[in-house]
C-alpha cells in the first residue's frame, strides 16, 4: 500500500491482518461475568533463545484457552494488547461494570509489560482446569464498581471517563443540547384494521438501493415470521436501467403484500441528508400510485427500520399515511445532537400497540436492539408531538433499563424530542423506527441483558393471516 495526499506521501508499506472463523454459540466474552471469580494471567510462551513465540506451545495455549471457553470453566477472556494485563483488566471491568481487586502488591513489570498475545481469564470455580499451565492468579472480582490496587481505590466511572477522554474530541461524548421529555401517555387501544385479502405467507418486496445493507438480516427475519421476501437490486448507472428498475419494482409492490424499506446509507447519504434518494424514488407516480393501491385498496402494510425510516418519513407516509408534498413544519429526523454517528445497543419501550406491527407486543414492553445511525434525532413541533401522542402514533420511545424515556445520551442515543424512536401512520399500517429490530438471533448480544425479539415481523405476517 503507498500513495499521497497533498504534501504527505505515503511509503510503500506491507499491511497484514488474519482472519479466523468459528461458531457464534463457541464465542466467549472478555466483560466480567460475576463478582467473586478469581482471574488468572497466562503469559504467552516465549522460546528464550530467540525471545520469540515458541509457536508449538502458543498453539498448543490456544487450543487449551479455546477448550475451557466453550465448556464453560472460563467465564471470560480477553487477550493483553496494549496496556499490557493491567488494561485488560481494566477493559475487562468495563462491560458490566464489575469491579476487580489485585491480590497482594502489584508486580507493575509483570502487569504493564507489553506481553501480546497473553491472556487474563476469569475462572468459573477455582483454577483446577488451569493445571498444566504457566499461570498467575492475580486477583479477583468484586462487587464494588472500582478496581482496588495497593490499597488504593479507583472508580470504574471515573477510569472509563479517562479512557475514553483522548478521543473526545473527535468523537464527542457529550451532546450540544438535551432534548425536552414530555410524558407521553401508554395507548392500550388497539386499531381493528385488516386485509381485504387474507394469506398464510404474505410476500415482503424488498428494494436494495446503492448503499443499502441490511437487506440480507431484513429478508432473514421475515423468513423466520412466515413470509416470502422478494428483494430487488435498484439499478440507477443508466437512463435504461432506471426505467427499467422502476417497471420492475411497480409489478413487485403491485403483487405484494408488505413493503419493507431496510436499512443502510443509501446513496452515502447525499445530497443534502439520508434517505432522500429512496424518497425520490419512491416518488415516481407510477410507484407512487402502486403504494397508493397497497394502502388504500389491499390494506397492506409498510415498514421501514433506520434509513428506511428516514425515506418514509420524507415521503410523509409516517406520520401522515400517504405520500405528501412536505413543508418547514412537518416532523424529520436530523443530525444526532452528538454530531456524529453513534452505534450501540438502545432499550426501548412499546408506548402504542395501535399498529398491527406491534400487535404481539404489550403497552410497556421493553426492547433491547442495536442502532446505527448519523440522522436519528426526532424532530417535531409541540403542537404535533401532542397530536401524535394522542392519537397513539408514538410506537416507541428510547428508555433507561428501568422504562422510563430519557433524555440522557447514555440511553438517547440521537438526543430525540420525547425520547421517539418510532411513530406510525395514523391506522398504525405505516411503521417506522431507528431501531434494528431485523439484527437479532440466538447467538447474538449474549453478554447483553434484556429481550432482543421486538416480534414486529412476526405480527406483520400473522396481520395477513
Known amino acids: 500500500m503507498s500513495g499521497s495526499f497533498n504534501d504527505m506521501d505515503v511509503p510503500p508499506t506491507l499491511v497484514s491482518f488474519a482472519v479466523g472463523i468459528t461458531k457464534a454459540s463457541q464465542v466467549g466474552t472478555a466483560a466480567f461475568q460475576r463478582p467473586g471469580s478469581l482471574v488468572a494471567f497466562i503469559p504467552l510462551p516465549v522460546n528464550n533463545q530467540t525471545h520469540m513465540p515458541d509457536w508449538q506451545r502458543t498453539k498448543e495455549l490456544f487450543c487449551t484457552i479455546s477448550s475451557l471457553v466453550q465448556k464453560g470453566d472460563i467465564s471470560s477472556t480477553s487477550v493483553v494488547v496494549e496496556g499490557g494485563a493491567a488494561a485488560a483488566v481494566s477493559r475487562m471491568c468495563f462491560g458490566n461494570k464489575i469491579g476487580f481487586a489485585f491480590h497482594g502488591k502489584l508486580d507493575r513489570v509483570k502487569m504493564f509489560a507489553p506481553l501480546a498475545g497473553s491472556f487474563v481469564v476469569e475462572l468459573k470455580e477455582g483454577d483446577g482446569c488451569l493445571k498444566g499451565l504457566d499461570y498467575t492468579i492475580i486477583g479477583s472480582t468484586i462487587e464494588e464498581k472500582a478496581v482496588i490496587i495497593d490499597n488504593q481505590e479507583l472508580p470504574l466511572d471515573d477510569l472509563i471517563k479517562q479512557w475514553i477522554k483522548p ?5 464527542p461524548i457529550e451532546p450540544n443540547k438535551k432534548p425536552a421529555i414530555t410524558n407521553v401517555p401508554l395507548y392500550n387501544k388497539r386499531e381493528n384494521v385488516s386485509p381485504s385479502i387474507r394469506t398464510a405467507k404474505p410476500r415482503v418486496f424488498i428494494p436494495v438501493f446503492p448503499g443499502t445493507n441490511c437487506e440480507y438480516d431484513t429478508a432473514r427475519a421475515f423468513e423466520r415470521a412466515g413470509a416470502i421476501p422478494d428483494i430487488l437490486v435498484v439499478k440507477n448507472l443508466t437512463a435504461t436501467a432506471i426505467g427499467q428498475t422502476v417497471e420492475c419494482m411497480e409489478r413487485a409492490i403491485r403483487s405484494s403484500q408488505i413493503i419493507m424499506i431496510p436499512g443502510g446509507f443509501s446513496g452515502g447519504d447525499e445530497p443534502d441528508g439520508s434517505g432522500k434518494f429512496i424518497a425520490t424514488t ?11 393501491e397497497l394502502l388504500e385498496k389491499r390494506d397492506g402494510l409498510i415498514l421501514g427500520i433506520c434509513n428506511g425510516f428516514q ?6 407516509l409516517v406520520p401522515y399515511g400517504r405520500i405528501i408534498k412536505l413543508n418547514e413544519h412537518d416532523p424529520t429526523l436530523t443530525f444526532n445532537t452528538l454530531g456524529r454517528h453513534v452505534s450501540r445497543m438502545v432499550y426501548t419501550r412499546v408506548t402504542s400497540v395501535k399498529s398491527p406491527w406491534l400487535s404481539l407486543c404489550n403497552v410497556g414492553d421493553i426492547h433491547c436492539m442495536p442502532v446505527s445511525h448519523g440522522e436519528g434525532r426526532f424532530y417535531a413541533t409541540e403542537n404535533l408531538l401532542y397530536k401524535l401522542a394522542s392519537n397513539g402514533q408514538i410506537a416507541t420511545q428510547y428508555v433507561s433499563p428501568d422504562g422510563k424515556p430519557s433524555a440522557d445520551i447514555e440511553w438517547n442515543p440521537n438526543g430525540s424530542l420525547c425520547a421517539v424512536e418510532g411513530i406510525t401512520s395514523p391506522d398504525g399500517r405505516v411503521f417506522g423506527k431507528m431501531g434494528h429490530s431485523e439484527r437479532q438471533g440466538e447467538n447474538l448480544y449474549k453478554n447483553v441483558p434484556g429481550n432482543k425479539n421486538q416480534m414486529i415481523f412476526e405480527s406483520g405476517v400473522n396481520y395477513f393471516k
Open 167 to 171: 478521543l473526545s474530541n473527535i468523537f
Open 282 to 292: 419512491f416518488r415516481n407516480p407510477r410507484i407512487a400510485d402502486a403504494i397508493s
Open 311 to 316: 425515506a418514509l418519513i420524507k415521503l410523509g
